[in-house]
Structure formats: C-alpha cells, structure tokens
C-alpha cells in the first residue's frame, strides 16, 4: 500500500517492534480519517496515505488476530489439562475416603484394650503394625491431595488470566478492523469523487510497466526452499489484494509472503513486523530472489525479492499481487529466510 507509485530511497532501521505495543501505537498513528474537502488536485496523494494508513491497520490486526488464535489455543490446552486434573483429585478423594471409613469403623477401640481382650496378640500387633504403615501411606496421599490442588488453583488462575487476555485480542481485532476498513471507504469515495480523468490517470500510472513479467536477470535463489517460495508467489501473480486474508485466492502483502513460503514447507510469521526477523537480514544489494524486503520505519509492507531489481508483492485494494520495482518506496531492510 501507500506510495507504490513513486520511487525512494532506501533505508535500514532494525528497530523490534513488540506486539502490545505494536498494537497501541498503531491505534494512536492511525488518528482520525482524514476530510474529503481537499483539492482534487492533491487526491491521489491523500489515496496512497489512506492506502499506507490502512496497510499499518491491517498488520496491526493480522497481530492481534494471530494473538488471539494463539490464546484460543492456550485455553483450550489449559482446559484439558484442569479437567484431567480435576479427575485426579477426585480419584484420590474418594480413595483416602475409602480408607478414612475403614479405619473408623475398626478402630472405636482404645489399642490397649484391643490387645488385652484380644484372643491373639501377637495377630493384633502384626495388624497394628501394618495399620501405622497405612496410615503413613495416608498421610502421603493426603500431602500429595494438597499439592494438586493447588497446582489446580494456580491452573485456574493463569486461565481466567489468559480468558481475559483473548477478549483484549478480541477487541483489539475488532478495532483494527473498523479503522481498516473506514480508511479504505474514504480511499474509495476519494477516488470515486475525482473526474473520469483523473481517476483513470491515477489507474494507469498504478499499473504502468507492471503488463507482462519483467526482464529478472539470471539471479538465482539462495537456497531450496527460497527457489520453491518463488515459484509459488509467481503462481500468485493476478490474485486480488485481500486484506487480513493468506491466501490462496486472495493476499495482503505479509500473508502472500506467508503463503508462499509455506509452499516451500517454511512457516513464517503472520506480520510483516515479524517477518523481517525470520531470518538472517543482509544489505539490499546483495539481495537475491526469495528474500523479504520489509518497507518504511515501521516494517508495514513487505515483498519478495525476484532479481534484477524487482519484487513481487500485494499492493493494496484494487491492484492485485504483481510485480514492482524494490525502489517503490523507503526499503528497511532485507531477511533472507
């Protein structure tokens, strides 16, 4: 998205991004959708950063999507795991209750008395001393009781803490949403305000040179799986720009890269974010087909390296995956996977 249409120059800034706060500093940057008062004239600026705006919106809630599935997941194995729990603390309830009965039911008599009206003490001693023996081994249930029941208190509690954790992610996915989808409704209305002309100028210069596959050089993939995630993303080429969507019939820009390198039996991460971390970054110039290229400061967009200057990637809205030229806007840094 953004500025696909124009070139810049390239830059690296390695700066992590962490999730959380991915998340609230996109929703602040995102701000307020902008008024369609401008000047036509000043149009098809205010298109390309709506399209980057919404591009930083859909990463954002690719990462709390995947967050949440990550949380559905956790929940789901805690769950199990308290439920096997549960039936083990009732096993053992019900075995020392078994015992704690029995006990009670011979044992009404002082021990002393037992062993003088008893008409075989020594029977009676050698049953005493098995008896102490149970007893320790009660003890020893009743120790190990406890212990899992705490461990089934602690289980809970880190649960309803992650139960609380999936409905942020939630929210948090439901917000980016919106805001994706509001910046994309203004980018619509923007274009569809200017005359046939305009619009019709601004469609062909984000198509122009992009007819046909471009000359690649003779640069070949680093490794095996770097070739094979080439010729899936090739395989691509036309397919619509899905936001928030990895394929197969439609793409973003970081699940297209996704998608890809799954075919070549790598998984990647699902943002673009941490995608630039999924391998090892070299310079751009010695790039070579089947590296990511990760754009702007904040890594919001992402392509894959084809040779001779080119990259294939999901642009934005309206123009499917294709190829351009890796200068299209600021490069941030390159990872070869």
């Avoid at 124009?6 to 800034?13: I, K």
């Avoid at 298109?47 to 997941?73: C, G, P």
């Avoid at 212990?147 to 948090?172: F, P």
């Amino acid at each position: 998205m953004g500025s696909h249409r124009r070139l810049a120059p390239s830059g690296f800034d390695r700066g992590a991004t962490v999730a959380v706060s991915f998340l609230s500093v996109a929703a602040a940057a995102l701000g307020a959708v902008p008024a369609l008062a401008a000047p036509y004239d000043d149009t098809p600026a205010e298109v390309d950063r709506l399209y980057e705006q919404a591009e930083k919106a859909t990463e954002a809630y690719n990462e709390a999507d995947e967050r949440a599935d990550e949380l559905r997941d956790e929940v789901r194995t805690a769950r199990d795991r308290i439920a096997r729990q549960q039936q083990r603390i009732n096993s053992m309830r019900e075995s020392l209750g078994s015992l704690a009965g029995a006990q009670y039911r011979s044992g009404g008599i002082d021990p002393s008395l037992a062993l003088l009206f008893s008409d075989d003490p020594d029977d009676y001693l050698d049953k005493a001393s098995r008896l102490d023996r149970v007893t320790a081994h009660q003890a020893g249930e009743l120790k190990e009781l406890q212990e899992a029941m705490r461990e089934l208190a602690q289980d809970r509690e880190e649960t309803a803490g992650k139960l609380r954790e999936l409905e942020e992610s939630r929210k948090a996915v439901a917000a980016h949403k919106k805001t994706v989808e509001r910046k994309l409704a203004t980018a619509r209305r923007l274009l569809n305000s200017l005359p046939d002309a305009e619009r019709d100028a601004y469609d062909r210069a984000s198509r122009s040179g992009r007819d046909g596959v471009p000359d690649l050089g003779g640069a070949t993939a680093a490794s095996g799986r770097g070739a094979a995630a080439v010729a899936a993303a090739r395989s691509a080429l036309g397919k619509p720009y899905i936001w928030g969507a990895n394929g197969p019939s439609g793409f973003d820009c970081s699940g297209l890269t996704q998608w890809s390198y799954a075919q070549a039996g790598v998984s990647l991460p699902r943002t673009s974010q941490a995608q630039r971390f999924a391998g090892r970054q070299v310079p751009l110039s010695e790039a070579r087909p089947g590296d990511l290229v990760v754009y702007r400061g904040d890594a919001s967009h992402v392509g894959m390296y084809m040779g001779n200057g080119q990259v294939i990637h999901a642009p934005y809205p309206g123009a499917p995956v294709r190829y351009d030229p890796v200068g299209m806007m600021p490069v941030s840094s390159v990872t070869r996977v």
